[in-house]
C-alpha cells in the first residue's frame, strides 16, 4: 500500500492531490522550485523539497531531481499532476526502475497516446472515426505541402507531439504555404523539441467533446462520462461543463463505447481523456490526454467520485472499486479558468504580486495555488484559480458561477475576471448555442462590453476610498499629508475646500473634486461635471459600505499611495490616482511648482515675481468645471515666476506659478 506520495508539480493541482492524499491518510510530499519557495502549495503541504532553479527545465522538468526528492523524502510512489512530466514515458519508466510506483499509465501507454500521430493510428485500429488528413506525423516539408495541396482549406497544421491547445496553425488558404509550413514547423520545434507534423482537415463550427476513461491495465475500461469543451480561444478552453446536454442519448453512448474500446485496445491503466469533435450526427477522434485533465472537477462534482483516489487505487493494483452500471451522472456543473491575463492586450500573460485575493465560500468550488501576497511568476501558467459551480441542471450551475465570480475579488494584478462574467451572460452561451469558434467571434465586440461596464458612480466610490486612506478626516487642511501636498491649497468663493486630481484606467480619466466634507464624514465629490454625496462606512477586512442619497453599495478596496482597487456590483476596477500637486509637475523640475488643477481660464493673477507670500495668501483665480477655484500658497515663502496671465487657457497640470518656500 502506498503510504507517501511526492506530487511532482506546483499551485493549485498539487494542492488538489494534497487534499486526497491527506483524506486517506498519506502523506504528501512537495517539490518548488527557486521562484516557488514561499508558494501556497509548499506553505500547504508543508513537507517540501527543493529541486532547483526557477525555469522548469531546471526543476520541474528535471527527471533525476524529482526522483532523487521522491527516494530522500522515502516516498512510495510519484504523482505528476497534469503538465510537466505527466505525459512523458522516459519518466514512467525511470519511477518504475527506482523501484517506485508512478500513478498514472505505463510507459508504453504513453508512448502510444501522448504523440497525436501515434493516438490517430490506435484510433484507426479501434475503428474510431478520425479526421481526415495524413495518416501519421510529416517531417518533410515537401511531402506537408503535397498533401495540403490536395485538400480543401481550411487546413490544420497539429504539433504531433503538441499538447494543451498549443502547436496548430489553420490555413484559410494556401497562398503562403511555404512559409506557413516552416512557421509551424518551429513553433513546434521550439515548443515540444519536436517538428513533426499532422495534417487535418479544419472542421469549422464543432462541438468538443471529452470523455473520460478510466483502464485497470489489465484490459478493463470504464467511462465516467463526458465533458462540453467548446468555449476556447484559440484552441484552448476557457470554460468547461459537464455533461454535454447537447447530445442525443444514441450519440452519446456511440461516443462513451469508442471512448472505453480505445482504452481497452491498449490495456490502458490510469486515467485519460479521450476528445472528440461533433458535428451533427457525425463524430471524429481527436487526441487522448492520458493525465489528470484541468477540468477533471467537473466530472467528480456530476459523478461523486474523488478522481485522484481512484488513480490512486489503480495504481496500488485494487482497481476501480466500482463498476460501470454503478457510476451515475446528477446534475451539472461548470468550470472557469481564471487567469491573470490582460483581455485588453490580448490576454497577454501577467506577472507579479497578488495584493489581495478573496474567493465566496456559497456554492463554489475553488481550486487555488494562490493567496493574498503570492507572486505570479513568469516562469510558469498565469493561472489564479479554478472556480466550478454546480446545480441541478445547467441554468442553475451557471447562475450559481455567476455569482460566484461576482463575489470573487482579486488587486494587484490585472486578470480575465470580468472578461468571464459577460462571456457567461453572452445569450448564446445561456442557451448553449456554442460551437469551438463562438469564443473566438464573441471577443470581436468585447472591447465595447466592457468599457460601457465603467461608471462615474464606480470612480466616485474609488475616489472615496482612495481620500479615506490619504486625507485626516478630522483636520480642516484634508491635505494635512506634507509628503503629498507641500506647495498650495485650493478654496472655493464660498471657502469651501477643493482639492483635486484624476482617475485614469487605460485610456478612461476621470477628474475628482472633493468639494466638501461635513461633520458625519459625508464627501461631496464631483466626478467630472457629476456631484456625488456619499459616505465611506469601513466594515471588516477591505470591506466597505458607501452610502448615496439613492441607497448603499458594498465595496471592496483597497488603496495606495498611487492607486486603487474597486470591487462592487461584480466589476472589478483599477485606477492610476494622478495627484495635481506633487513635487515634478508640467515642463518644470522644482519642487515649489504650482500647476493648474483642471483645465480652465485664468481669471485673476494677484500676485508677480519677487513679492513676499504668507501661507494661505490668495495666488491664483481660475474657472473650471464651472466652479470658481482659487489657489493659495500652503508655504510662506517668495514668488520665483508668474508663467500665466488673466485670460490664459490652461491645461491641467501646466505650471502657472513658482513659488521658493522660506527655509
Known amino acids: 500500500m502506498i503510504k507517501r506520495i511526492l506530487i511532482a508539480n506546483r499551485g493549485e493541482i498539487a494542492c488538489r492531490i494534497a487534499r486526497t492524499c491527506h483524506r486517506l491518510g498519506i502523506d504528501a510530499v512537495a517539490v518548488y522550485s527557486e521562484a516557488d519557495q514561499h508558494s501556497r502549495h509548499v506553505r500547504q503541504i508543508g513537507h517540501a523539497i527543493a529541486i532547483g532553479g526557477a525555469a522548469a527545465a531546471d526543476s520541474y522538468l528535471n527527471i533525476d531531481k524529482v526522483i532523487d526528492a521522491a527516494k530522500s523524502s522515502g516516498c512510495d510512489a510519484i504523482h505528476p499532476g497534469y503538465g510537466f512530466l505527466s505525459e512523458n514515458p522516459d519518466f514512467a519508466d525511470a519511477v518504475e526502475q527506482a523501484g517506485l510506483i508512478f500513478i498514472g499509465p505505463r510507459a508504453d501507454s504513453l508512448r502510444r497516446f501522448g504523440d497525436?500521430?501515434?493516438?490517430?493510428?490506435?484510433?484507426?485500429?479501434?475503428?474510431?472515426?478520425?479526421?481526415?488528413?495524413?495518416?501519421?506525423?510529416?517531417?518533410?516539408?515537401?511531402?506537408?505541402?503535397?498533401?495540403?495541396?490536395?485538400?480543401?482549406?481550411?487546413?490544420?497544421?497539429?504539433?504531433?507531439?503538441?499538447?494543451?491547445?498549443?502547436?496548430?496553425?489553420?490555413?484559410?488558404?494556401?497562398?503562403?504555404?511555404?512559409?506557413?509550413?516552416?512557421?509551424?514547423?518551429?513553433?513546434?520545434?521550439?515548443?515540444f523539441s519536436d517538428d513533426a507534423l499532422l495534417v487535418e482537415q479544419c472542421i469549422n463550427n464543432a462541438r468538443h467533446v471529452e470523455v473520460q476513461i478510466a483502464g485497470d491495465g489489465e484490459g478493463n475500461v470504464i467511462h465516467l462520462f463526458e465533458r462540453e469543451c467548446s468555449l476556447q480561444r484559440r484552441h484552448q478552453k476557457v470554460v468547461e461543463e459537464?455533461?454535454?446536454?447537447?447530445?442525443?442519448?444514441?450519440?452519446?453512448?456511440?461516443?462513451?463505447?469508442?471512448?472505453?474500446?480505445?482504452?481497452?485496445q491498449i490495456q490502458f491503466r490510469g486515467l485519460g481523456t479521450v476528445e472528440f469533435l461533433v458535428l451533427g450526427d457525425a463524430y471524429y477522434f481527436l487526441e487522448v490526454n492520458p493525465r489528470l485533465q484541468v477540468e477533471h472537477p467537473v466530472t467528480e462534482i456530476i459523478t461523486g467520485l474523488d478522481l485522484v483516489e481512484i488513480q490512486i487505487r489503480i495504481a496500488q493494483g485494487q482497481g476501480?472499486?466500482?463498476?460501470?452500471?454503478?457510476?451515475?451522472?446528477?446534475?451539472?456543473?461548470?468550470?472557469?479558468?481564471?487567469?491573470a491575463e490582460s483581455p485588453a492586450q490580448n490576454f497577454m500573460p501577467v506577472t507579479g504580486k497578488v495584493d489581495f485575493v478573496q474567493f465566496p465560500t456559497q456554492h463554489l468550488r475553488v481550486e487555488s495555488g494562490i493567496d493574498s501576497g503570492?507572486?505570479?511568476?513568469?516562469?510558469?501558467?498565469?493561472?489564479?484559480?479554478?472556480?466550478?459551480?454546480?446545480?441541478?441542471?445547467?441554468?442553475?450551475?451557471?447562475?450559481?458561477?455567476?455569482?460566484?465570480?461576482?463575489?470573487?475579488?482579486?488587486?494587484?494584478?490585472?486578470?480575465?475576471?470580468?472578461?468571464?462574467?459577460?462571456?457567461?451572460?453572452?445569450?448564446?452561451?445561456?442557451?448553449?448555442?456554442?460551437?469551438t469558434g463562438t469564443l473566438d467571434r464573441w471577443l470581436s465586440s468585447y472591447s465595447e462590453i466592457t468599457e460601457a461596464s465603467q461608471s462615474k458612480k464606480q470612480a466616485a466610490m474609488a475616489a472615496a476610498v482612495w481620500l479615506s486612506q490619504f486625507r485626516q478626516?478630522?483636520?480642516?487642511?484634508?491635505?494635512?499629508?506634507?509628503?503629498?501636498?507641500?506647495?498650495?491649497?485650493?478654496?472655493?468663493?464660498?471657502?469651501?475646500?477643493?482639492?483635486?486630481?484624476?482617475?485614469?484606467?487605460?485610456?478612461?480619466?476621470?477628474?475628482?473634486?472633493l468639494l466638501a466634507v461635513d461633520k458625519s464624514n459625508c464627501l461631496s465629490i464631483m466626478v467630472d461635471e457629476q456631484q456625488f454625496d456619499l459616505r465611506l462606512q469601513a466594515q471588516s477586512g477591505l470591506s466597505y459600505l458607501a452610502e448615496f442619497d439613492e441607497g448603499r453599495l458594498p465595496v471592496t478596496a483597497q488603496a495606495g499611495q498611487d492607486i486603487v482597487h474597486t470591487h462592487s456590483l461584480g466589476q472589478q476596477n483599477s485606477y492610476q490616482v494622478q495627484q495635481i500637486v506633487s513635487d515634478k509637475q508640467g515642463d518644470s523640475e522644482s519642487a515649489n511648482s504650482v500647476t493648474a488643477p483642471m483645465m480652465g481660464e485664468i481669471i485673476n493673477v494677484l500676485v508677480k515675481e519677487g513679492d513676499a507670500v504668507e501661507a494661505g495668501q490668495l495666488l491664483i483665480v481660475m474657472e473650471?468645471?464651472?466652479?470658481?477655484?482659487?489657489?493659495?500658497?500652503?508655504?510662506?515663502?517668495?514668488?520665483?515666476?508668474?508663467?500665466?496671465?488673466?485670460?490664459?487657457?490652461?491645461?491641467r497640470g501646466a505650471v502657472v506659478v513658482e513659488v521658493d518656500a522660506d527655509a
Open 320 to 339: 476501480f472499486g466500482l463498476k460501470q452500471e454503478q457510476i451515475q451522472a446528477n446534475g451539472h456543473a461548470v468550470e472557469v479558468r481564471f487567469y
Open 374 to 435: 503570492d507572486e505570479v511568476s513568469s516562469y510558469y501558467d498565469p493561472m489564479i484559480a479554478k472556480l466550478i459551480a454546480s446545480g441541478s441542471d445547467r441554468l442553475q450551475a451557471l447562475e450559481r458561477l455567476q455569482k460566484g465570480l461576482v463575489d470573487t475579488v482579486v488587486f494587484g494584478l490585472d486578470n480575465n475576471l470580468n472578461f468571464l462574467q459577460q462571456l457567461l451572460r453572452d445569450p448564446d452561451v445561456l442557451a448553449d448555442q456554442i460551437d
Open 624 to 651: 473650471s468645471m464651472k466652479m470658481q477655484l482659487q489657489i493659495e500658497a500652503v508655504n510662506a515663502g517668495t514668488v520665483a515666476s508668474v508663467l500665466c496671465k488673466a485670460g490664459d487657457n490652461v491645461a
Open 242 to 264: 459537464a455533461p454535454a446536454i447537447f447530445l442525443s442519448a444514441q450519440l452519446r453512448e456511440k461516443l462513451l463505447a469508442d471512448a472505453c474500446r480505445l482504452g481497452k
Open 116 to 191: 497525436k500521430s501515434a493516438a490517430k493510428k490506435e484510433a484507426v485500429k479501434a475503428q474510431v472515426p478520425v479526421i481526415p488528413g495524413s495518416e501519421g506525423k510529416l517531417t518533410d516539408p515537401q511531402a506537408i505541402a503535397e498533401l495540403v495541396n490536395t485538400m480543401t482549406p481550411p487546413v490544420m497544421l497539429k504539433a504531433a507531439a503538441g499538447g494543451g491547445g498549443k502547436g496548430m496553425r489553420v490555413l484559410n488558404d494556401f497562398s503562403n504555404l511555404d512559409a506557413d509550413i516552416a512557421a509551424a514547423m518551429s513553433e513546434s520545434l521550439r515548443s
Open 473 to 513: 478626516a478630522e483636520s480642516k487642511n484634508p491635505w494635512l499629508r506634507a509628503d503629498s501636498f507641500s506647495s498650495w491649497a485650493l478654496r472655493s468663493p464660498d471657502d469651501r475646500p477643493v482639492y483635486s486630481f484624476n482617475l485614469l484606467q487605460g485610456e478612461q480619466q476621470w477628474a475628482v473634486a
